[in-house]
């Protein structure tokens, strides 16, 4: 598997000027006290939505929302708030999304970003014995997603432009073992690798592009009106990456290092944002006030239509063709659903 640098987001890009205003929105963005997902959601806050922000413990939640109020939330100075998510355990994934719908009584955007992908080598297993990449990676998001869906097909009913964004990757289209048949098949080690940790990441990243393609197709034949979209941020220089390379020898010099192929961190929210707020295809939903902003944050753009894939610079292209394959989704679907029956956990299908 190789990786290379890829889209890369244009830095004439500003979500503050170029994105319509999102107060009255209510935002769920997962794995967002660090990385790509904190800048997702801060830049979702300065346009004013009501953000929940997703992590394992309220003290890490805690210590970021202390940083995004030191780095400052201004114009919009919306709202931020801590939501328990553990995704390695399915039933965990589901009782947070249940105790999420005791909070709230909608859901504009769901925006699954969180994810594993450096598993040091170890291939850790959950307690149902799957791999932690597959468990996190695609697994609880698939659990914790489809038990939100009523809420957000709920939201949509009321008129309201509702968004399920799933974050991707790039690393989908390298993927050579296809089999998603089986839990075996699931736990594939990779050995035969140069990266199996990679390849392991890329493998539960194709996983989660399957899915998301499967469900926009099966909600497109129930009419429903929720827009689903799947991006890739594009290779960045995360808090994740960062907190990589100080575990190196030499930290300081393979962070310049990367500093000079890898974009800031507040880049790498841009595609997940751009996804959670440029006005559709079709114009719907389009502001009519423009609150003393560009012209351009109304306009429709081309690449906001259902089951887009985007990347940056916040374009439209095409996934792989086994993301595609509708088969493979059927089998995925299958398999995923026996995992559920087994432990006996019942989860809202489409």
């Given at each position: 598997?190789?990786?290379?640098?890829?889209?890369?987001?244009?830095?004439?890009?500003?979500?503050?000027?170029?994105?319509?205003?999102?107060?009255?929105?209510?935002?769920?963005?997962?794995?967002?006290?660090?990385?790509?997902?904190?800048?997702?959601?801060?830049?979702?806050?300065?346009?004013?939505?009501?953000?929940?922000?997703?992590?394992?413990?309220?003290?890490?939640?805690?210590?970021?929302?202390?940083?995004?109020?030191?780095?400052?939330?201004?114009?919009?100075?919306?709202?931020?708030?801590?939501?328990?998510?553990?995704?390695?355990?399915?039933?965990?994934?589901?009782?947070?999304?249940?105790?999420?719908?005791?909070?709230?009584?909608?859901?504009?955007?769901?925006?699954?970003?969180?994810?594993?992908?450096?598993?040091?080598?170890?291939?850790?297993?959950?307690?149902?014995?799957?791999?932690?990449?597959?468990?996190?990676?695609?697994?609880?998001?698939?659990?914790?997603?489809?038990?939100l869906l009523p809420l957000l097909e709920k939201t949509a009913e009321s008129g309201a432009d509702v968004r399920l964004i799933n974050v991707g990757s790039r690393v989908?289209?390298?993927?050579?073992?296809?089999?998603?048949?089986?839990?075996?098949?699931?736990?594939?080690?990779?050995?035969?690798?140069?990266?199996?940790?990679?390849?392991?990441?890329?493998?539960?990243?194709?996983?989660?592009?399957?899915?998301?393609?499967?469900?926009?197709?099966?909600?497109?034949?129930?009419?429903?009106?929720?827009?689903?979209?799947?991006?890739?941020?594009?290779?960045?220089?995360?808090?994740?990456?960062?907190?990589?390379?100080?575990?190196?020898?030499?930290?300081?010099?393979?962070?310049?290092?990367?500093?000079?192929?890898?974009?800031?961190?507040?880049?790498?929210?841009?595609?997940?944002?751009?996804?959670?707020?440029?006005?559709?295809?079709?114009?719907?939903?389009?502001?009519?006030?423009?609150?003393?902003?560009?012209?351009?944050?109304?306009?429709?753009?081309?690449?906001?239509?259902?089951?887009?894939?985007?990347?940056?610079?916040?374009?439209?292209?095409?996934?792989?063709?086994?993301?595609?394959?509708?088969?493979?989704?059927?089998?995925?679907?299958?398999?995923?659903?026996?995992?559920?029956?087994?432990?006996?956990?019942?989860?809202?299908?489409?």
């Open positions: 598997m190789t990786m290379g640098m890829g889209p890369v987001p244009s830095k004439s890009f500003d979500p503050l000027r170029d994105l319509p205003d999102m107060k009255g929105k209510v935002v769920l963005v997962t794995g967002s006290s660090s990385g790509i997902g904190f800048a997702t959601l801060q830049h979702l806050v300065r346009l004013g939505a009501k953000v929940y922000m997703t992590a394992r413990s309220e003290a890490r939640a805690k210590s970021a929302i202390e940083r995004l109020e030191k780095e400052g939330k201004e114009p919009g100075n919306g709202e931020v708030l801590w939501h328990e998510l553990d995704l390695v355990d399915p039933r965990k994934a589901k009782a947070s999304a249940e105790k999420f719908m005791e909070k709230e009584e909608r859901l504009d955007i769901l925006i699954n970003n969180a994810g594993l992908i450096a598993d040091r080598g170890k291939e850790p297993m959950n307690k149902d014995g799957i791999q932690d990449s597959m468990a996190i990676n695609y697994l609880g998001v698939y659990v914790f997603t489809q038990t989908h289209q390298q993927v050579s073992f296809l089999d998603y048949s089986s839990v075996e098949a699931w736990n594939h080690q990779f050995r035969w690798s140069l990266l199996p940790t990679m390849a392991r990441y890329g493998y539960s990243k194709l996983a989660l592009h399957i899915w998301t393609n499967g469900l926009a197709r099966r909600l497109t034949e129930k009419n429903s009106k929720v827009l689903v979209l799947v991006v890739h941020p594009g290779a960045v220089l995360s808090d994740g990456a960062l907190a990589n390379l100080r575990s190196l020898p030499f930290p300081g010099l393979w962070t310049r290092l990367m500093g000079t192929m890898l974009v800031p961190q507040e880049m790498g929210g841009y595609a997940s944002a751009f996804a959670a707020c440029a006005v559709r295809a079709d114009g719907s939903f389009a502001p009519t006030q423009t609150d003393g902003k560009s012209e351009a944050c109304f306009k429709p753009s081309p690449h906001i239509t259902h089951g887009a894939y985007i990347v940056p610079p916040n374009v439209k292209v095409d996934q792989a063709a086994a993301a595609l394959d509708v088969e493979r989704q059927k089998a995925l679907e299958k398999c995923t659903r026996g995992v559920l029956e087994k432990i006996e956990l019942q989860v809202p299908e489409v």
